[in-house]
């Protein structure tokens, strides 16, 4: 399946990454590779792209699509939090940009069998790289379906409320407590209805179950925990004048880059209060994004999921 992917607020990476001719690249979400094929194009002749992608299958599609770039771009089926290793792999050590657009991607929000979505009906998997275990160090990531039918009511509560921002959280996972003592929650719609049988109609435009959604998709693929890693390997990855890009698409992503960025961008991170500065810390980074950048109505309107994206970009000192 080659689902269409429309990369969101592609110009405006462009215009950050500023890629150029013999350029090294990392796209460390590449997905469907529509970022990465922009910015291929930009460093024409002779830039290069890695990109990495934690789903196995988003990357046969992104080489199948990206072909025609030849040995320009390369492909690694791995978390951005590992950046610095899969790139030293290669014999890598310093890049010119980084981008991370990121989230879930069209192929897997539209394949059923993913468990991303309420819309259709699956297995509730949720992750972005499949169970198998790439070698011995590699835990095994437990699927949503395990986390919703072995985990504690406190901790569903957790999940729901600190990934999900949930008002409702300790209704749903009561509500899921008693579903799963009479037969175990396996499917996405199964799953849906539960949830929409705790929270009371019409308190929101928005389906019921969609935080929860969220919620138990950020818990499953550790997604918060690869941000904060991720951002610390690109920053050091780069090269003094290399750019950074990050698309986030809700508010406890976009916090992250936010504040990682402002306290990468200032000189002193002593406590407020602290009279002399004792921290020694030295800027690495300067903000090229004083708001977000957001997509305007037209892209929404051609691609209603970019309607929540928010790009920050940074250039390295
Ligand atoms: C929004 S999509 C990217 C779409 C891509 N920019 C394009 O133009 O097709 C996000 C992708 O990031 C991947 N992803 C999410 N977290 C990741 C991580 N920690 N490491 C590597 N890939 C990740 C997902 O599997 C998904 O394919």
Redesign the pocket.
């Known amino acids: 399946m080659d689902t269409q ?1 429309i ?2 607020l ?1 110009d405006k990476v462009i215009e950050f990454l500023k890629p150029k001719a013999a350029g090294i690249y990392v ?11 922009a910015i291929l194009n930009a460093s024409a002749p002779n830039g290069r792209v890695i990109g ?4 196995p299958e ?1 990357l046969v599609i ?1 080489k199948r699509r990206l072909n025609a770039f030849g040995d320009r771009c390369c492909f690694i089926n ?4 590992e950046m610095s290793v899969l790139l030293e792999e290669r014999s890598i050590c310093a890049v010119d940009g980084v ?1 991370l ?8 929000l539209d394949t059923p069998d993913r468990g991303f979505s309420f819309n259709h009906t699956g297995p509730l998997d949720m992750r ?2 499949t169970g198998r275990k790439l070698d011995d160090n590699q835990e095994v990531t437990p699927t949503a379906m395990q986390v919703i039918n072995d985990s504690p009511r406190d901790t569903l509560v957790h999940i729901f409320k600190r990934y999900g921002e949930e008002r409702f959280a300790r209704r749903i996972a009561n509500r899921i407590v008693k579903a799963r003592q009479q037969l175990p929650i396996t499917t996405t719609t199964h799953f849906a209805e539960i949830v929409k049988g705790a929270v009371p109609q019409k308190t929101s435009k928005i389906h019921p179950a969609t935080r929860v959604f969220q919620a138990l998709r950020i818990h499953v ?3 918060l925990e ?2 904060e890693a ?1 951002l610390d390997v690109a920053i050091s990855l780069l090269k003094p004048g290399g750019h950074l890009c990050v ?1 986030a ?1 809700h508010s406890l992503e976009d916090r992250i880059v936010k504040r990682r960025f402002q306290r990468c961008a200032t000189a002193c991170i002593c406590p407020p209060k602290t009279p002399v500065c004792i921290c020694d810390h030295e800027p690495s980074l300067q903000i090229l994004t004083k708001r977000p950048i957001v997509p305007d109505v037209s892209a929404v309107a051609h691609n209603p999921r970019a309607r929540s994206a928010k790009l920050r970009a940074a250039r390295k000192l």
């Not at 796209?27 to 094929?37: A, E, I, K, Q, R």
């Not at 791995?78 to 939090?81: D, K, L, P």
């Open positions: 992917h990369p969101v592609c796209d460390g979400t590449v997905g469907l590779g529509g970022h990465s094929s990495i992608d934690l789903d988003a992104a791995g978390n951005f939090a981008l657009d990121l989230g879930v991607s069209s192929l897997q972005m790289r693929n550790r997604e690869n941000l991720g698309i698409f």
